[in-house]
């Protein structure tokens, strides 16, 4: 089970983290994303972090937005600074077992999917 919190409306400008529980299963050897889908838009990788450590961001998110992981805590966290109302979105955490880097940001190596939590930016 995944669950997302943190998300809300803000301004231009303005930073959010996103958080998200993970439980049920072994975390660590997981590889977690977070994506996030307008309205009208198809979900979009926004930012990965294999079970090794690595990370990758879509283009429009690097250096605005950081994804990072407490093991101990099995939770996930995305990080989102300098946020554009371009980054309005519902986002959802994912946990797949796919140990490649390349996929990442693709939504079908993912198995466990959050229920999400909106993010406005006006």
């Known amino acids: 089970q995944l669950v997302e919190s943190g998300g809300g409306s803000v301004q231009p400008g303005g930073s959010l983290r996103l958080s998200c529980a993970a439980s049920?299963?072994?975390?660590?050897?997981?590889?977690m994303g977070w994506f996030r889908q307008a309205p009208g838009k198809e979900r979009e990788g926004v930012a990965g972090?294999?079970?090794?450590?690595?990370?990758t961001y879509t283009d429009s998110v690097k250096g605005r937005f950081t994804i990072s992981q407490d093991n101990a805590k099995n939770t996930l966290y995305l990080q989102m600074n300098s946020l554009k109302p371009e980054d309005t979105a519902m986002y959802y955490c994912a946990a797949g077992p796919s140990r490649l880097r390349s996929l990442l940001l693709v939504a079908a190596a993912y198995n466990y999917w959050g229920q999400g939590t909106q993010v406005t930016v006006s």
């Open positions: 049920g299963y072994t975390y660590s050897r997981y590889s």
């Open positions: 972090i294999g079970s090794d450590g690595r990370t």
